[in-house]
């Protein structure tokens, strides 16, 4: 959920340059506030999907949810340093990719076993 809204620490495109911003370092003024309205419009969207699909149309419920999460993306960012490519590949192969095959075994064990 994080890392598909391409804000830190999961930035790779921007910190590949660390002298500048990044690939946006072209534009300037409108350009400029055109890519950041539309990044944060993106994560307002996803946010008002999640919540519509989780709380059902319920407004209190879905605006709760989203104030809930707009302070979870700006303490993560404020937060959590700009991971390395290399060791952001290394947790995947090594930790999760072993988490997501025991949870799948898991999973096929217990319902074989309950499903009978």
């Known amino acids: ?9 999961f ?12 690939y946006n370092v072209e ?4 350009g400029f506030a055109v890519i950041f309205i539309a990044e ?4 307002l969207l996803r946010r008002v999907i999640r919540a ?11 605006g709760v949810f989203m104030m809930v999460f ?3 993306f700006v303490v993560i960012r ?4 700009r991971l390395r490519y290399d060791k952001l590949m290394s947790l995947c192969w ?3 990719l072993c988490v997501i095959l025991m949870a799948s075994v898991c999973v096929v064990v217990l319902v074989r076993v309950y499903v009978r």
């Not at 404020?78 to 340093?81: E, K, Q």
């Open 1 to 9: 959920m994080l890392a598909e809204t391409n804000r830190a620490p």
């Open 11 to 22: 930035d790779f495109v921007e910190g590949e340059s660390e002298l500048v911003s990044g």
């Open 27 to 30: 534009y300037s003024g409108g």
């Open 40 to 43: 944060y419009s993106s994560i």
């Open 52 to 62: 519509a699909i989780f709380f059902g149309g319920n407004e209190a419920l879905i």
């Open 70 to 72: 707009a302070v979870f």
């Open 78 to 81: 404020a937060s959590l340093p």
């Open 94 to 96: 090594t930790v999760l």
